[in-house]
């Protein structure tokens, strides 16, 4: 299993990114995908979930931020508006095992500043 995020970058507040996860070795259309962030010197804090088809958000991002996936491509997307300097974070992208979070990328960085 792989998963390579891409997208990351410095932007200003109220900005836009987006974010990818590439996914790979296993079958992508049949498992939940989540974004998992951790803010310099803090622990891991959930972003998002994309179920097989229905999105679920922190109330953090609500409103602002978007999650989607193409099973076509295996990839998962988060198209983050409206950023503030507080959603900067090492982003991962992160698959749902039976439990727990089983599999996890590398992560891509993504900094709120003006």
């Known amino acids: 299993v792989q998963l390579v995020e891409s997208g990351g970058g410095l932007v200003q507040p109220g900005g836009s990114l987006r974010l990818s996860c590439a996914a790979s070795?296993?079958?992508?259309?049949?498992?939940?995908m989540s974004w998992v962030r951790q803010a310099p010197g803090k622990g891991l804090e959930w972003v998002a979930d994309?179920?097989?088809?229905?999105?679920y958000y922190a109330d953090s991002v609500k409103g602002r931020f978007t999650i989607s996936r193409d099973d076509a491509k295996n990839t998962l997307f988060l198209q983050m508006n409206g950023l503030k300097p507080e959603d900067t974070a090492l982003y991962y992208c992160a698959k749902k095992g039976v439990y727990e979070y089983d599999y996890w990328g590398q992560g891509t960085q993504v900094t709120v500043s003006s």
């Open positions: 070795g296993f079958t992508y259309s049949l498992w939940f």
């Open positions: 994309m179920g097989l088809t229905t999105p």
